[in-house]
């Protein structure tokens, strides 16, 4: 095998409509077989090392600011989708994440919730829990609002077991259908669809988008990249930086005002 047989694999895979970020991930399988080949001396050398691969654009991020926040919270706080998001935009949790928290992970008197799992819809085998996208779990503690939001999700949901007594089916999760069984990721698509029009919100936002709005809004408010990156549990803070760095085009300009303002103000002391 040569580099030219991994770069016209890269080159059909691309043609074929596979996106850029798919060929990546093929390209990485085989650079990591042929690392295991050299060092199993199977091979002289790794042939997937010089190939050249498409660029993965940029996807633009989509946040809301502080109106827009308040407007979905208000014009969906009567429907069943509410709790989601809320708990989307104050913690910033990943959709599969969200859909697999279960009550044992929420902590009402050490005021967080502890991310252990995430759902994902395989093809053939529906809805699979499984670790997070790091293999980390995480604490994200939540605020007044996330915490009553949630208490009054566990009421409604005793409420429905209470109405369902005898229904062995409910797993003890925070989001979960009327049995009691993890929402399908369509039915959350449907909600929150619908949640987004009636606050009036571009119909190309996602529920994603609301993890961004999270991250976002707390750098924009001043809290440290670190905390961020530990709550949006990414595996290193450049990866937080890379994604918000853009994200927040007010963040430069507060800083240019800043700096204008204390080198042409009147002196003052240290402090």
Same mark, same amino acid.
């Given at each position: 095998?040569? !580099? ?7 080159d059909r895979a691309l043609?074929q409509g596979f996106a !850029? ?28 090392? %010089?190939?050249?691969?498409?660029? /993965? !654009?940029?996807?633009? /991020? ?10 979905? @919270? ?9 709790? *989601? ?72 949901? /005793? ?9 062995? $089916?409910?797993?003890? *999760? ?10 399908? @990721? ?9 949640? @987004? ?14 993890? %961004?709005?999270?991250? $976002?809004?707390? *750098?924009?408010?001043?809290? $440290? ?15 937080? +930086?890379?994604?918000? +760095? %853009? ?16 080198? +042409?103000?009147?002196?003052? !002391?240290?402090?």
């Amino acid at each position: 095998m040569s !580099p030219v047989d991994v770069q016209g694999l890269c080159d059909r895979a691309l043609a074929q409509g596979f996106a !850029p970020a798919t060929v990546h991930l093929i390209h990485a399988v085989v650079q990591k077989a042929l690392a295991q080949a050299v060092t199993w001396q199977l091979v002289p050398r790794n042939a997937a090392t %010089h190939v050249e691969l498409p660029r /993965i !654009p940029q996807r633009t /991020i989509a946040v809301l600011d502080r109106a827009a926040v308040r407007r979905l @919270f208000e014009t969906n706080e009567s429907r069943p989708v509410y709790p *989601l998001l809320v708990l989307a935009v104050l913690g910033g949790l990943r959709r599969g994440e969200l859909l697999g928290l279960s009550w044992a992970d929420v902590d009402f008197d050490r005021e967080c919730v502890i991310v252990r799992r995430s759902l994902t819809q395989l093809p053939g085998r529906g809805l699979v829990s499984g670790p997070t996208k790091t293999h980390q779990e995480r604490r994200v503690d939540v605020g007044p609002l996330g915490l009553e939001t949630l208490r009054q999700q566990r009421a409604r949901r /005793i409420a429905q077991q209470r109405r369902d007594e005898g229904d062995e $089916s409910d797993r003890g *999760l925070v989001f979960a259908n009327d049995e009691g069984r993890p929402l399908q @990721f369509s039915t959350v698509h449907r909600w929150i669809k619908a949640a @987004f029009e009636r606050a009036g919100l571009p119909p190309t936002m996602r529920l994603h988008d609301l993890r %961004h709005t999270h991250a $976002s809004l707390l *750098l924009a408010r001043g809290h $440290s990249l670190p905390v961020v990156s530990e709550r949006l549990g990414h595996r290193t803070k450049t990866t937080t +930086a890379n994604l918000y +760095a %853009h994200a927040l085009p007010t963040s430069q300009r507060a800083a240019a005002q800043d700096l204008d303002a204390y080198l +042409a103000g009147p002196e003052m !002391p240290p402090g």
